[in-house]
């Protein structure tokens, strides 16, 4: 399934439309016998990873919902072009459930509900000062406690110009707006909370600028992109969730024809450090709210109570099993708990503030 990719205008005015909280009411009921159930998920990993990663969640989902009293001949599996291709795909109802990250869905909310939060495990390494986050001896790991929230870092790569400013912010220098512009940088679509919005709202705090203010920015549509072009060395600077570092240590010192052990294609620093101390971290963001489920609201069988709350009690009781724990592992979703459109007013004040 293709997906275009919105154009600046269209964007602003989903933005606007995302940003309010008007919309429809959920239906009494629809049909306890769907035919077609369609499931998208976003790129923030590998498209190949999440399809081959998601391949035994229709059966599990037909099966839960059997036991509340639905029908449901096949669930569909596809990923979406782009995050913003995922909402407006949920939002004109061509696809019924959506695994949205916050900001994409706030972007979108008019159109759509969350029914889901994920939760996941929180990292050993929280802290707001960068410079703890760099080298070997400050791995981070993936045992902390259950968190609804993670953050998004700045990385500086192991380019040239990536190594100035990382050595500044490991010696204890603050970077300038001046350092910034300098560089290559490499972010994801507008409403990707870790690829854009929450690095835009991290410029503002700190130097009352914006992406958009950059002098040299790449656009790209997903995260496995963003690594290999730190690796390459073709940027400075790139964005991420705070655990991206784990889920490429493994591919990182490959040649790019081998694999790791995830199915991550190599990144061809074969010559290069870890991972942990090449990809330097040179600024912190604020919390940012976990992905969510959200329903369309264009199909009255989909957005109905009765529906919304046995897809809630199906994908939860899927969470908790081991098979479903290694499925959402994909998105390192360790379970999901119920929640209301309230819950993501910081994400819409955040797209605010990147307007």
Not at 255 to 272: E, F, K, S
């Amino acid at each position: 399934m293709n997906f275009k990719k919105l154009s600046t205008g269209i964007l602003a005015v989903a933005l606007l439309a995302g940003c309010s909280t008007g919309g429809s009411t959920a239906s009494e009921g629809g049909s306890k016998e769907i035919d077609t159930l369609r499931f998208q998920f976003v790129p923030s990993r590998d498209p190949g990873e999440i399809i081959t990663g998601t391949k035994d969640l229709g059966q599990l989902v037909i099966d839960e919902m059997a036991s509340r009293g639905y029908t449901i001949g096949n669930v569909e599996i596809t990923v979406s072009d782009s995050y913003e291709a995922a909402g407006e795909s949920l939002s004109a109802g061509s696809i019924d459930v959506a695994w949205l990250p916050g900001g994409t869905y706030a972007l979108y909310s008019n159109e759509t509900e969350v029914i889901l939060t994920a939760t996941r495990n929180g990292l050993s390494n929280d802290s707001e000062n960068p410079a703890d986050w760099n080298g070997q001896a400050n791995a981070t790991q993936k045992n902390g406690p259950q968190v609804t929230y993670y953050r998004a870092l700045i990385y500086a790569t192991p380019s040239a110009y990536g190594k100035e400013l990382a050595a500044k912010v490991n010696g204890g220098e603050e970077l300038t707006w001046e350092d910034l512009d300098k560089a290559k940088w490499a972010v994801m679509n507008v409403s990707s909370s870790a690829g854009y919005i929450y690095p835009t709202m991290w410029l503002d705090q700190h130097y009352g600028k914006k992406i958009t203010d950059l002098s040299n920015v790449t656009t790209l549509d997903g995260y496995m992109a963003a690594f290999s072009q730190a690796a390459a060395e073709s940027v400075d600077v790139i964005v991420c969730y705070a655990d991206g570092r784990n889920d490429y240590e493994g591919s990182w010192n490959l040649p790019t024809d081998q694999q790791d052990a995830t199915g991550h294609q190599g990144l061809g620093r074969v010559n290069g450090g870890s991972i942990w101390d090449e990809l330097n971290v040179i600024g912190v963001t604020e919390g940012i709210y976990n992905d969510t489920v959200a329903v369309t609201k264009a199909n009255p069988d989909i957005y109905n109570d009765e529906f919304k709350t046995a897809l809630q009690d199906s994908l939860i009781a899927i969470a908790n099993t081991d098979k479903g724990k290694e499925i959402f592992a994909i998105y390192s979703h360790t379970g999901y708990a119920k929640a209301t459109d309230a819950d993501y007013d910081g994400a819409r004040a955040a797209l605010e503030a990147v307007k």
